[in-house]
């Protein structure tokens, strides 16, 4: 046995990783689920300057709690976690919630005239992904014990990934088939990417609970 072996056994692992990836995990949520309700509006319009700003401040957060999982990273001796799983973990939920955020400020800049169903499919199915992506954070500090529940969280995760191609896929061919004018067309297209971006992120966030959950569980 080896001397970080032998250290790895009789030190104690700092375990305040779980409350800031937790943390990261709810602002994820917090912001999909501000996205939803911009989507969601009945008149878009009347809410998207505060729902984008709502949205911005959660992201400004995030970047503060990603700074402190880097800080307690530099700080830590032993970690629960191999280090490049946990700023892997929170690199990018803090990348989906960007591009979450990406897709906010793009409503607000391009300002359509109205908003097609794909993105309203879109943003529910980000929110549904967060939701999982939390779920899943929630329980890696008890993976070895919850290992089959986060593991029926990072399959649907993939699954709601898969239903978001689906949907890119019908409205953007969609777009072209519409009377929709050229200029209203290429704001809606360029809203609908950044959505399938977004769903693209969260499902990246579950290919590193994958890697956690097959090196710990």
């Given at each position: 046995?080896?001397?970080?072996?032998?250290?790895?056994?009789?030190?104690?692992k700092?375990?305040?990783?779980?409350?800031?990836?937790?943390?990261t995990?709810?602002?994820?949520d917090?912001?999909?689920?501000?996205?939803?309700?911009?989507?969601?509006?009945?008149?878009?319009k009347?809410?998207?300057?505060e729902l984008?700003?709502?949205?911005?401040?959660?992201?400004?957060?995030?970047?503060r709690?990603?700074?402190?999982?880097?800080k307690?990273?530099?700080?830590?001796?032993?970690?629960?976690?191999?280090?490049?799983?946990?700023?892997?973990?929170?690199?990018?939920?803090?990348?989906?919630?960007?591009a979450?955020?990406?897709?906010?400020?793009?409503?607000?800049?391009?300002?359509?005239?109205?908003?097609?169903?794909?993105?309203?499919?879109?943003?529910?199915?980000?929110?549904?992904?967060?939701?999982?992506?939390?779920?899943?954070?929630?329980?890696i500090d008890?993976?070895k014990?919850?290992?089959?529940?986060?593991?029926?969280h990072?399959?649907?995760?993939?699954?709601?990934e898969?239903?978001?191609?689906?949907?890119?896929?019908?409205?953007?061919?969609?777009?072209?088939k519409?009377?929709?004018?050229?200029?209203?067309?290429?704001?809606?297209?360029?809203?609908?990417?950044?959505?399938?971006?977004?769903?693209?992120?969260?499902?990246?966030?579950?290919?590193?609970?994958?890697?956690?959950?097959?090196?710990?569980?």
């Amino acid at each position: 046995m080896n001397f970080n072996s032998i250290v790895s056994i009789f030190t104690p692992k700092d375990r305040k990783f779980f409350p800031l990836l937790k943390e990261t995990s709810d602002i994820l949520d917090k912001a999909a689920t501000l996205l939803e309700e911009l989507f969601s509006s009945d008149n878009y319009k009347d809410r998207v300057t505060e729902l984008c700003k709502a949205i911005k401040r959660e992201e400004t957060e995030g970047d503060r709690v990603t700074a402190l999982i880097y800080k307690a990273l530099n700080d830590t001796f032993l970690t629960p976690l191999d280090r490049e799983d946990i700023s892997a973990l929170a690199d990018e939920m803090d990348d989906a919630i960007d591009a979450i955020n990406r897709a906010a400020q793009k409503v607000l800049l391009f300002s359509p005239e109205a908003l097609p169903p794909a993105t309203t499919q879109l943003a529910q199915i980000i929110k549904q992904g967060a939701k999982e992506v939390q779920a899943a954070t929630h329980r890696i500090d008890e993976v070895k014990h919850s290992g089959g529940q986060v593991k029926d969280h990072v399959k649907r995760i993939k699954q709601l990934e898969e239903e978001a191609d689906g949907v890119y896929e019908r409205g953007t061919s969609g777009l072209f088939k519409s009377e929709m004018r050229t200029l209203e067309m290429m704001k809606s297209k360029e809203i609908i990417q950044e959505l399938e971006k977004s769903a693209n992120r969260i499902n990246s966030v579950g290919k590193v609970l994958k890697t956690i959950l097959v090196k710990y569980a």
